[in-house]
C-alpha cells in the first residue's frame, strides 16, 4: 500500500508562509490524484487543495489566493504553498492520493498517515 509523509509543519505568525511537502511511496505517483486535507480541533478534516492526475487543481474557497498545491512526478511530491497565514488556518494537514486520479473529499479516505501540524499565533 502506497505511503504518503507530510512534513513543513511548525508556528508560524499570522500573515507569515509556510511550505508544506508529502512525499509518496509509490513508483506510479503520476497517476494519483492528490490532496491537502486539513483537521482543526472539534471539527472534521476537510478538503484544502487538490491537484488531478491531468492537472485539475481546486481549492476550498477559505484558502484561494492564498494556498498552491503543485506536484513534482519525478520527485513522488506534492506541495502546498501557504501564504497570508491565518490563525484559522491552524491544523494538523495531512495529504492523501487517489489511484485513479481523482481529487477526493477527506470522508472517502479510510487511512491517514500522522499529518503535519500547522499553529498560525501572535
Known amino acids: 500500500q502506497v505511503q504518503f509523509v507530510e512534513s513543513g509543519g511548525g508556528l508560524v505568525q499570522p500573515g507569515g508562509s509556510l511550505r508544506l511537502s508529502c512525499a509518496a511511496s509509490?513508483?506510479?505517483?503520476?497517476?494519483?490524484?492528490m490532496g491537502w486535507y486539513r483537521q482543526a480541533p472539534g471539527k472534521q478534516r476537510e478538503l484544502v487543495a487538490g491537484v488531478s492526475r491531468g492537472g485539475i487543481k481546486k481549492y476550498v474557497d477559505s484558502v484561494k489566493g492564498r494556498f498552491t498545491i503543485s506536484r513534482d512526478n519525478p520527485k513522488r511530491t506534492v506541495y502546498l504553498q501557504m501564504d497570508s497565514l491565518k490563525l484559522e488556518d491552524t491544523a494538523v494537514y495531512y495529504c492523501?492520493?487517489?489511484?485513479?486520479?481523482?481529487?477526493?473529499?477527506?470522508?472517502?479516505?479510510?487511512?491517514w498517515g500522522q499529518g503535519t501540524q500547522v499553529t498560525v499565533s501572535s
Open positions: 492523501n492520493g487517489d489511484l485513479l486520479g481523482r481529487v477526493l473529499t477527506a470522508d472517502e479516505y479510510r487511512y
Open positions: 509509490s513508483s506510479s505517483f503520476s497517476i494519483y490524484g
